[in-house]
């Protein structure tokens, strides 16, 4: 709410427009709660507490919970910097409990013989820690791992020997990553060699026989039944990966000419990732289950389905957009389940094991972008200039009477007057008829009728237009310490939504609407896109709290677990955050790892910059520079400081020592 100012201004309107406040009830932490819909994507995980900040539960609503806001500080104290991310193993542990289960029940539910047995798609986070937390938790649930390129197929093998996980070889592979394959398939790992593009069955069974082993295959479907959202374009005749139809058939033939038929142990599919509705898992499941019912008529030895992935998220709580979903986790798994047994008992064939390469499901919530404004690019006058005079050029006077006259009767001529006199004032200015700083002051004037107007719109009806305008005008730029390309690239490269909220101060209410900048050059290096629960769609700006003198004041990007971290780029030269996995424990958290974000002269390093040749480069100036009397030599040896500090330092903006 925009208050009218309360303090004497040089000039004060005869017109009274009286704020709401008074008989308002103060604001909440529910107010906060509504506002930025945390219960809607919190998924139980996150949530606002007495003491207005966010808080963390791990396990699910249950259990320990950490103040966000409490261990930022703590971080900072540590010498840990903004932005950090931090991660939290213990959410992972809950998601692969959480999706497990949900077959369980399900196969109690439906009778369904086959076994359950995820596997996680590493590439939808490689990080070290991240994959053994979920190679850990799902030991008891054979949980496996995906990898989908031969660098990803060296991690998994170093990283998993659960026994019975399955690992899962997908992507386009040459010669090697299938020996690779085979030959580890000899240490006893249960290594599932999919087809996805037809030139590759004869390279397995070429394979085979030269280390006279027996793989296990898989072929990846095409389906022709489309997904939905923003990764559509995964299945369909002409996605990237998989077989025609004719293709499975004619690779049927070949392993059956071959004696391998008995090799084929899995069909796989993956229809495209955050799958938005549930009519499109559906579908493509009963498309795929036919390829089943129809590679078993023919003879094949198939044991596994492996759905894919695709298992959405509900980043903004919606349920009807693309960064949402219309099903729940336990539905997703009843109705995977229910679909199969059905086709397998009409075709009395045995059900097949279930196999998911749910990532972002399990990895998304785990961690949190913590950052810190830098300060803020405020529009909004609550006093406006001095009173224009006589003496003015003519369009001052027409504002000044504007900000005069403005009342709830004449609201929509004095926005029209409003709006032409702004036009009016580049166009003077642009001829030369006002100064400097007569072009200075009718912006001033105005951002304070702009101010008013919007004060009052918001007490009036049918001025939706006014406050839509004059909220645009009005609404501030948060400067940001993190870059966006690095840290949330998915905002930038497909317009996705990531909830963003302050993580304290939530029992004030945010006064100011703002869109967020970034620390990059780049115009596109901004947030304008924010979760709105009250019409479910989006709205352009984000309640925010004006900035106290010195406070630090902390934003959150939450479930940044999936894609972000590895698809982030160095923009700028903007390089990795600091992160830490922060676990709970009996007295309340541990700070189990901090992996240092990159320095100057790593990222440096990428680009081939060598540190010594830049500081000798740089020492050499200065040397001439002294001798040619440019600089002293207490000058030269504090720039050879700062630079090489620089050199050594963080690459997002610091507090100076
Ligand atoms: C990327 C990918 C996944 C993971 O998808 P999510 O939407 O993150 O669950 C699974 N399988 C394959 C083949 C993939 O390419």
């Not at 004869?202 to 959202?229: C, E, H, V, W, Y």
């Not at 069909?267 to 129809?294: D, M, N």
């Not at 009843?334 to 075709?347: A, F, T």
Request: hydrophobic letters at 35%.
């Amino acid at each position: 709410m925009h208050n009218v100012p309360s303090s004497p201004a040089p000039s004060r309107p005869p017109t009274d427009i009286t704020p709401l406040s008074g008989n308002q009830k103060p604001w909440s932490t529910a107010d906060s709660t509504e506002l930025y819909g945390i219960k809607n994507w919190g998924n139980g995980y996150f949530r606002i507490n007495t003491q207005g900040n966010v808080e963390v539960v791990p396990n699910n609503g249950q259990g320990n919970k950490i103040d966000l806001f409490e261990l930022t500080q703590d971080l900072i104290d540590r010498g840990i910097r903004a932005p950090m991310m931090i991660r939290f193993p213990d959410i992972i542990r809950s998601r692969v409990g959480l999706l497990y289960n949900c077959f369980q029940k399900a196969f109690v539910d439906h009778n369904y013989k086959g076994e359950y047995r995820g596997v996680y798609p590493i590439k939808v986070n490689q990080q070290k820690h991240l994959v053994q937390e979920i190679v850990k938790s799902g030991k008891n649930y054979h949980f496996g791992l995906e990898c989908g390129s031969k660098p990803e197929l060296l991690v998994v093998l170093a990283l998993m020997n659960t026994p019975d996980a399955l690992i899962i070889c997908n992507g386009f592979k040459d010669c090697e990553y299938i020996e690779t394959a085979i030959l580890s398939q000899k240490l006893g790992r249960k290594i599932i060699i999919v087809v996805d593009r037809k030139d590759e069955l004869q390279m397995i069974i070429d394979a085979a026989k030269k280390f006279d082993a027996k793989p296990r295959i898989g072929f990846r479907a095409k389906l022709n039944t489309q997904g939905s959202g923003k990764w559509v374009d995964s299945s369909g005749a002409r996605s990237k990966f998989g077989l025609t139809s004719m293709e499975i058939v004619e690779g049927v033939d070949l392993l059956r000419k071959e004696g391998m038929l008995d090799c084929l142990e899995l069909l796989h599919y993956h229809i495209g990732s955050q799958v938005p509705t549930i009519q499109s898992i559906k579908s493509s499941l009963k498309e795929a289950a036919r390829f089943y019912t129809g590679l078993h008529a023919m003879g094949a030895g198939l044991k596994y389905i492996d759905v894919g992935g695709g298992l959405g998220i509900d980043y903004d709580g919606t349920g009807s957009s693309d960064s949402s979903i219309n099903y729940s986790e336990q539905e997703y798994a009843n109705d995977v389940v229910s679909i199969l047994q059905g086709l397998c008992d009409e075709k009395q064939i045995p059900h097949p094991h279930i196999v998911t390469e749910a990532g972002r499901f399990l990895v998304a919530h785990h961690s949190v972008l913590v950052f810190d404004i830098l300060g803020v690019n405020d529009l909004e006058q609550k006093h406006p200039p001095r009173t224009a005079t006589k003496s003015d050029p003519r369009l001052m006077q027409d504002l000044q009477y504007i900000f005069e006259k403005l009342n709830r009767e004449n609201i929509n001529e004095c926005f029209n007057d409003l709006t032409q006199a702004k036009q009016e004032t580049l166009q003077l200015f642009t001829y030369g008829v006002l100064t400097l700083e007569q072009r200075a002051w009718c912006e001033s004037m105005y951002f304070a009728i702009a101010t008013r107007m919007l004060t009052l719109a918001r007490q009036l009806p049918d001025t939706e237009d006014i406050i839509k305008f004059m909220s645009q005008e009005l609404c501030d730029t948060y400067f940001c310490n993190f870059s966006l390309f690095q840290s949330v690239p998915d905002s930038w490269a497909v317009g996705q939504l990531f909830p963003v909220m302050p993580i304290h101060r939530l029992n004030e209410e945010p006064e100011n609407e703002a869109t967020l900048a970034d620390l990059t050059c780049d115009s596109d290096g901004k947030i304008e896109k924010f979760i709105d629960t009250k019409t479910g769609s989006f709205r352009e700006t984000l309640a925010i709290h004006e900035l106290k003198n010195k406070e630090p004041y902390f934003l959150g990007v939450f479930l940044t677990g999936a894609y972000q971290e590895i698809l982030g780029d160095l923009h700028n030269l903007f390089g990795d955050t600091d992160a830490v996995h922060v676990s709970l424990n009996e007295a309340g958290y541990t700070i189990d790892d901090y992996v240092p974000g990159d320095t100057v002269t790593e990222v440096l390093s990428y680009v081939q910059y060598g540190r010594s040749e830049m500081v000798d480069s740089v020492r050499q100036a200065t040397e001439e520079g002294i001798q040619k009397g440019l600089l002293s030599k207490q000058d030269a040896k504090a720039l050879i400081r700062h630079y090489e500090q620089g050199l050594a330092g963080y690459t997002y903006l610091e507090e100076a020592e």
